[in-house]
C-alpha cells in the first residue's frame, strides 16, 4: 500500500523560505512521477510543481523562479524548496504519486 507522508509546512513571513519534504512507500518510487499541488481556502487544487521519474520538470507560472521541486531515490522522497514566499503561497500542499494523495502540510505566509 501506498504511503505519503509530508513534512515541513509551518508560519514564515513574507519573503522567507521553507522547504517541504514528501517520503513515500510502498510504491516503485524511482519508476513513477511526483507532485505538490496546494489548495488555498474556497479555492480549487492547484498544481505547483510536478517532477517526472526522470527528473524532468515543470511549474505553475505563479512559482517559476521561486519554488525547486526536486527527488532523492535513495532516500524515496520528493522535496519542494520554496523561496521567496508570498502571502499568496498560503495554503495546504498536498504530495501527489499516481492515484495517493499525501495528508497535505499548512503552509501560512504572513505579510
Known amino acids: 500500500q501506498v504511503q505519503l507522508v509530508e513534512s515541513g509546512g509551518g508560519l514564515v513571513q513574507a519573503g522567507g523560505s521553507l522547504r517541504l519534504s514528501c517520503a513515500a512507500s510502498g510504491t516503485i518510487f524511482r519508476l513513477v512521477g511526483m507532485g505538490w499541488y496546494r489548495q488555498a481556502p474556497g479555492k480549487q487544487r492547484e498544481l505547483v510543481a510536478f517532477?517526472?521519474?526522470?527528473?524532468?520538470?515543470n511549474y505553475a507560472d505563479s512559482v517559476k523562479g521561486r519554488f525547486t521541486i526536486s527527488r532523492d531515490s535513495a532516500k524515496n522522497t520528493v522535496y519542494l524548496q520554496m523561496n521567496t514566499l508570498k502571502p499568496e503561497d498560503t495554503g495546504v500542499y498536498y504530495c501527489?504519486?499516481?492515484?495517493?494523495w499525501g495528508q497535505g502540510t499548512q503552509v501560512t505566509v504572513s505579510s
Open positions: 501527489w504519486s499516481p492515484n495517493k
Open positions: 517532477i517526472t521519474s526522470s527528473g524532468n520538470t
